[in-house]
């Protein structure tokens, strides 16, 4: 099937190496950001979700009304708004984006960034809470009439929304995590489970882990892998530049420990980068280890036809979503719309000819 190559907005531009500058929010910047992904021919952004950040949903409205084709991935933790009224307010973005919506189920993986927004529940029943959310949203979008629900955490009487989502029957529904409870929770659900970049054998592994799980609900899966590719034009200046890198998020972080990861997956990252610091073909671990591995931190280093044969490898496994965020995000962005993205659809297209 066609690859789907998905990108990263936000209402400032910063990273690692790319200290915040401006206004934490920036109308300009969002569509900025969305009109330059939608010309480097990336499919959809990845709108994410912190306890001090700006309102995803409102970022999305303001993307959607600057381009015509790019589509959004709206991260949402359940627990901080009723499943039913999520369930309209994400139907009402997916009707004024003419069907571009998807979200991001994110049960959270940081307990003091749940406290931040006076949520104190532990791992397995955040997991637990989303499991049973993600079923009234969805009943909430495809329900003929009023419906009642009543579970552990949500009590519904006579529910009902008035506005459809524009994707019928409603729009996909992507998630992510590395834990038992993550796959337990997810597999009734998800559309498309989301991964982090691990080495290709465990991801494999992992794969197989959330395809057993949700054939037991007659479920199918799709996956995204997610990446932070390092891209010049040959394989020596991409390590030249990955090492600058490196050395720039370690100047920042001077004298500083880095956070060990509180959520399961960044702990695999570790994991990982324990094992070695260079994986199959150019899948590095150091920048994961650098800032801790809060979140997608493993980078694949080279030319674009080393970097686009091993996104192609993660597409052989079943990743027909690949997640690509730079390290300098918006000439990384344009960088990968010349380059790198042009050669990942070339050699799947090739592929699926086969």
């Known amino acids: 099937m066609p690859v789907e190559m998905i990108g990263w907005i936000a209402p400032q531009v910063s990273s690692e190496i790319v200290p915040p500058s401006g206004p934490i929010f920036s109308a300009d910047v969002v569509a900025e950001t969305a009109r330059i992904h939608e010309e480097a021919d990336f499919d959809r952004v990845l709108i994410g979700y912190f306890s001090t950040a700006p309102d995803g949903f409102m970022v999305g409205a303001h993307a959607a009304s600057v381009t015509t084709s790019l589509q959004f991935l709206l991260a ?85 929304s008035d506005i459809p989502c524009h994707q019928q029957p409603h729009i996909p529904i992507y998630g992510g995590g590395g834990s038992d409870a993550a796959i337990e929770a997810l597999a009734p659900h998800v559309d498309v489970f989301m991964l982090w970049g691990e080495p290709l054998a465990d991801t494999d592994a992992f794969m197989g882990r959330v395809r057993a799980a949700s054939a ?40 500083r420990t880095p956070r060990q990861p509180d959520n399961i997956g960044g702990k695999r990252l570790l994991a990982s980068a324990a094992a070695g610091d260079l994986h199959d073909s150019c899948l590095w671990t150091k920048l994961a280890v650098a800032t801790g591995a809060p979140g997608n931190s493993t980078a694949l280093v080279g030319s674009p036809e080393t970097v686009s044969d091993a996104l192609v490898e993660y597409y052989k496994l079943g990743a027909t979503s690949l997640l690509i965020r730079g390290y300098d995000p918006l000439p990384d962005a344009e960088l990968y719309g010349q380059e790198l993205i042009p050669l990942v659809r070339q050699k799947v297209a090739a592929l699926d000819n086969q």
């Open 216 to 255: 037991a609900y007659g479920r199918t899966p799709t996956f995204s892998l997610s990446t932070r590719p390092i891209v010049a034009p040959t394989d020596d200046l991409a390590w030249e530049r990955a090492h600058e890198i490196l050395d720039q998020v370690e100047g920042r972080l001077k004298g």
């Open 76 to 160: 949402h933790r359940p627990g901080f708004v009723a499943p039913t009224v999520a369930a309209r307010k994400l139907a009402t973005l997916d009707q004024l984006s003419n069907g571009r919506l998807a979200i991001h189920l994110i049960a959270g993986g940081s307990d003091a960034d749940q406290a931040r927004d006076g949520d104190h529940t532990d791992h397995g029943t955040r997991y637990r809470r989303t499991d049973e959310y993600t079923q009234v949203l969805r009943q909430t979008w495809t329900s003929d009439g009023p419906f009642d629900h009543k579970g552990e955490f949500y009590e519904v009487r006579k529910g009902q």
